[in-house]
């Protein structure tokens, strides 16, 4: 599995024959700050998991230009269809979706999810989510969204032993980093974390370091990626 870092919770992950993008916010992103059009290429897939701008980001654009599968929530997929997207594949939390080569499995998030247009008018965009990625022959990966901690994550690991961890860290409008590492370290069996969510905005934690102190002396790994450039994981 190849996992590339486009910085805020943007990633692309390669594996099982595809090439998924996960909340590709690109274009406006101060961390990556090039565009869509590198991180879109031979992508099959484009995932989402809400409704926030910082999420949607490129979305729509890119799933029109290379015809990768769109893959949220009912209510995004209907938003993206008035954009031109044509290849939607919605789910809600429960589901679970085939996606030609791997599952997406909508699992809970505690956050809030609408789209605010240039207008200022927010829409509504379904309840937020994280999404389990599992492959038949790669770990399964957890992105999970933007959320706080929350007891039923023992449940997701319960029932999907996720190995690879997408772990929002910044504080503020997601756990913070102690809590983030609470989070790994009593509900889950992680081989790998990666951190994300913070230091795009001033408003955000600027480091994971918080995050990185909290699971010090457990068995996980803490991978942080240098931005845009791919990592095995």
């Not at 805020?8 to 594996?15: L, V």
């Not at 809030?112 to 309840?127: D, I, K, M, P, Q």
Request: hydrophobic fraction near 40%.
């Amino acid at each position: 599995m190849e996992l590339t870092w486009y910085g805020h919770s943007a990633f692309k992950i390669k594996a099982g024959g595809a090439s998924i993008l996960i909340d590709p916010f690109l274009t406006g992103n101060p961390s990556w700050n090039k565009g869509w059009q590198e991180a879109a290429e031979g992508v099959t897939h484009v995932l989402l998991t809400h409704g926030h701008n910082d999420h949607v980001g490129d979305a729509a654009e890119i799933a029109k230009a290379t015809g990768a599968m769109l893959v949220a929530n009912p209510e995004l997929c209907g938003f993206m269809a008035t954009k031109g997207v044509t290849n939607v594949n919605p789910g809600n939390h429960g589901g679970t979706l085939d996606c030609n080569g791997f599952t997406v499995t909508f699992v809970n998030a505690l956050h809030s999810s609408a789209y605010t247009l240039e207008n200022g008018e927010n829409v509504y965009l379904g309840n937020p989510a994280g999404l389990v990625l599992h492959f038949e022959n790669e770990p399964t990966l957890y992105h999970m969204g933007d959320t706080d901690i929350f007891g039923d994550m023992a449940l997701i690991n319960e029932l999907h032993q996720p190995e690879i961890g997408l772990v929002p860290v910044g504080d503020r409008f997601t756990m913070g980093g102690a809590v983030a590492a609470l989070a790994c370290r009593r509900y889950f069996n992680f081989r790998t974390v990666v951190p994300c969510h913070y230091a795009t905005f001033g408003l955000l934690d600027q480091s994971a370091e918080t995050f990185e102190a909290g699971m010090a002396d457990s068995d996980v790994a803490v991978l942080i990626p240098t931005i845009g450039e791919p990592v095995q994981v």
